[in-house]
């Protein structure tokens, strides 16, 4: 299934194996090789009283992780040199990020 998935271009779309009667092994097995392979937005049930008459969880969906966002390095501060020749830095020479859309803009202080 989960090459079925990412073929389609779709590799986070939910899937759930449903078993019923004498399937309770087999969603066991089905259970395990998805928790063994890490396989994300899947889940096993198991119907007792036959298909969809009742439904115990054997597997709940694993959850895909939380898009991480990159970390950036601040920008560096400019080094000048002052005209006597001495090296300086200043909040004026410095390079500041601006800040991301939506969010209120500071006046340098």
Do not use: C
């Not at 937005?41 to 991480?68: C, F, H, R, W």
């Amino acid at each position: 299934m989960d090459v079925l998935r990412r073929h389609a271009r779709k590799p986070d779309l939910p899937v759930w194996f449903v078993s019923f009667g004498d399937g309770r092994g087999w969603a066991g097995q089905t259970a395990r090789a998805i928790t063994s392979a890490r396989f994300i937005n899947m889940g096993v049930t198991y119907s007792s009283d036959g298909k969809y008459e009742s439904s115990e969880d054997v597997l709940q969906p694993i959850a895909a992780a939380a898009p991480v966002m990159p970390i950036t390095s601040p920008l560096p501060v400019l080094a000048s040199r002052s005209p006597g020749g001495t090296d300086r830095t200043s909040d004026q020479d410095a390079i500041v990020d601006r800040p991301a859309a939506g969010l209120p803009r500071h006046s340098a202080l």
